[in-house]
């Protein structure tokens, strides 16, 4: 007969073992053991009634009688950071049949800390005895943290202490523990203490040279080297732990409080005088309702900064809040003009030419272009070497761009690409070169740039083949534009070939004068010319790419047999590009008498195309400095 093998026969008394500690209501349910999880519980109430809480539990059995093995389980790291990553949390239970026991920990609790280059396992001390007597204790646990991930919590926010050495500091553990208390009680409006660390929602957890905040096992962080602090020991370490807890605050999603911690009169001083924390957790917590005030802390504790970091940060900020109000635009503006009178006093040269870049690139955002223009200069001659880096030319090249002095733009660009040879420049150069009048010049570099380009956008493509039509059906390869003056000779009320004779002029005037294409594009399309007309909505639909209905009217007309098929899918990448749903609305409204076989088929070629397009990336870089040298980048993308 087949023999059942010992292990096995371990896990179901394990099994069995485990499912006697627990309330007779819970319902424990073998699993499939994917990653090891062998059963789950659901917990039900004295009624009958479900609670909603569920939890994993992967059981390790043990017939080891030796007491180091009894309580800890080897597991390999990638499993345990998957056990993290589920939404129900897991129970590691290791079975010991020797004392017919069970010593648990929640895989969420698990510090990797320290952990070597290469570790693949990890030996998981299961510390906490499981019992019936303490088995309701894992509900208060896993009600605990479904408060946290619904944020269910506020102020005052309970903390437990757990300190793992004899000594800290040159501090024994009974004394440490109880200056702490007492000086915790200065942040009575924060924090009270608790004594059950199951209880307590933050864990800190003190050795001889680490502090470690958790956040009932979710979420935390080290500070390391307590070691080093050599004055006020308690008075740090509580104003650490505290800075902590903030950014473990930050990651559940629960700023706001963050940013009332970092306020407090007691930690806003010591938060301002390390900047690895103001990296850390000022991009989250200028996102709160407490902007204004965090913008004055900043403003007032200026002065314990000796690098650019802080109107970095504020200013990647500034650029990343779409739905910022004026008010705070205006704050980070008041903030990095307070640096230039900082740097200005200190004679930072170099730093001062950083503030002003940082300026111009905040009024660039703003589009005050002038202004962006002015602090751009002033950047210059702070710091010289701005000459020698593409990304200035490039910047500046789009600000005398929207300025409209096109061809001092273009001889910018033309230095990005010389300084940077980044391939997307000459797409830009090519576009100031048009916007220049240089026509066959501007193609030149347009095709450059498609034929060294996987992916080019649907845009350049497209203003390709209108720079291709204007060259060859009009035979013009530059032109000294006069858009005023075509502006000034148009007649909307002309008809015919008055009509057309009018549009003519006007685009002899300047070939880039986007209403006249539209209205040419009305014309053809009145005289059944269904090819010419959708050329000149295109035409128009590529110089004023925010005219939704130059763009509706070149991709419908694009349906009729006698245009190009091979321009719509181009065409539509790119109006959605620029005016997403909008564009669609409008598109979708003007098929809408067409019968609903045709319809189909045009809604299904919409999706197939719009399905690829990645939103696109607007990546900012801030250059931050120490000791007069360029020592980091920061790229923000929104």
């Known amino acids: 007969m087949p023999i059942r093998p010992q292990q096995h026969q371990l896990e179901d008394l394990s099994r069995d073992a485990f499912s006697s500690l627990l309330p007779r209501e819970w319902v424990v349910r073998d699993k499939n053991k994917d990653y090891g999880i062998d059963v789950e519980v659901e917990i039900f109430d004295h009624r009958g009634y479900s609670t909603g809480l569920v939890f994993w539990v992967q059981l390790k059995a043990t017939e080891s009688t030796k007491e180091s093995d009894r309580k ?25 049949l020797e004392g017919n026991s069970f010593y648990v920990k929640w895989a969420h609790e698990v510090d990797f800390y320290p952990r070597k280059k290469g570790q693949k396992t990890k030996t998981i001390n299961c510390s906490d005895e499981l019992s019936k007597e303490n088995a309701l204790q894992l509900k208060g646990y896993l009600e605990k943290i479904k408060n946290i991930k619904q944020r269910k919590f506020n102020f005052p926010i309970s903390i437990s202490f757990e300190i793992q050495s004899e000594m800290v500091n040159k501090i024994d553990k009974w004394s440490l523990e109880s200056q702490l208390k007492k000086e915790l009680k200065k942040y009575s409006s924060l924090f009270v203490y608790e004594k059950s660390k199951s209880k307590s929602l933050i864990q800190i957890i003190i050795s001889s040279k680490d502090l470690f905040v958790s956040f009932s096992g979710l979420t935390g962080c080290v500070i390391h080297k307590l070691d080093k602090i050599e004055n006020d020991f308690v008075y740090e370490l509580i104003n650490s732990a505290s800075l902590g807890i903030s950014i473990a605050l930050t990651r559940v999603g629960a700023s706001e ?12 001083e010591y938060f301002f005088s390390y900047e690895k924390l103001i990296l850390e957790l000022l991009p989250h917590i200028l996102c709160t309702q407490y902007f204004d005030e965090l913008i004055d802390a900043v403003l007032e504790n200026m002065e314990y900064q000796d690098t650019n970091l802080i109107e970095i940060i504020t200013h990647g900020i500034g650029m990343m809040r779409d739905n910022s109000g004026r008010s705070q635009f205006d704050s980070i503006e008041s903030l990095l003009k307070k640096t230039l009178v900082k740097y200005k006093n200190k004679n930072w040269e170099n730093l001062l030419g950083i503030a002003h870049y940082n300026l111009a690139n905040h009024y660039r955002s703003r589009s005050r272009f002038n202004e962006s223009l002015h602090h751009f200069i002033r950047a210059k001659r702070c710091d010289p070497s701005y000459l020698n880096r593409d990304y200035y030319h490039r910047e500046c090249a789009g600000v005398l761009f929207e300025l409209g002095k096109f061809l001092l733009s273009s001889k910018l660009y033309e230095n990005a690409i010389k300084l940077g040879n980044e391939n997307s420049d000459k797409a830009l150069y090519a576009d100031a070169l048009m916007h220049s009048g240089l026509y066959k010049q501007a193609n030149t570099h347009l095709i450059d740039y498609l034929d060294n380009t996987d992916s080019p956008d649907s845009i350049w493509q497209l203003k ?10 009009s035979n013009v390869t530059e032109q000294r534009r006069q858009p005023k003056q075509a502006k000034d000779i148009i007649n909307f009320e002309l008809n015919g070939k008055e009509r057309l004779a009018n549009l ?9 004068y986007g209403l006249a294409w539209y209205n040419l594009g009305w014309h053809f399309y009145c005289d059944n010319n269904i ?5 000149c909505y295109l035409s128009c639909a590529v110089l004023q790419t925010w005219d939704i209905e130059a763009w509706v009217n070149a991709i419908s007309l694009g349906f009729n047999k006698k245009t190009p098929i091979c321009y719509l899918p181009l065409m539509i990448q790119a109006a959605y ?23 189909k088929v045009f809604y299904e070629l919409i999706s197939e195309v719009i399905r690829d397009i990645n939103e696109p990336v607007d990546q900012k870089e801030f250059r931050m400095i120490d000791n007069n040298q360029v020592v980091d980048i920061m790229k923000i993308t929104n």
């Open 504 to 512: 003519e002029a006007a685009l002899d005037l300047d070939n880039l």
């Open 464 to 473: 390709h083949v209108f720079l291709d039509s204007l060259i060859e059906n």
């Open 257 to 268: 409080l963050a940013a009332k911690i970092v306020l407090h009169s007691d930690i806003k």
């Open 72 to 96: 800890k389980v080897s597991l390999e790291i990638e499993t345990v950071d998957y056990y993290k990553s589920l939404d129900l949390p897991v129970l590691i239970a290791r079975y010991s």
């Open 531 to 535: 090819e010419a007309s959708q050329l």
């Open 577 to 599: 590009s620029y005016k997403n749903e909008e564009f669609l609305a409008e598109l979708y409204k003007k098929f809408q008498d067409y019968p609903i076989n045709e319809r």
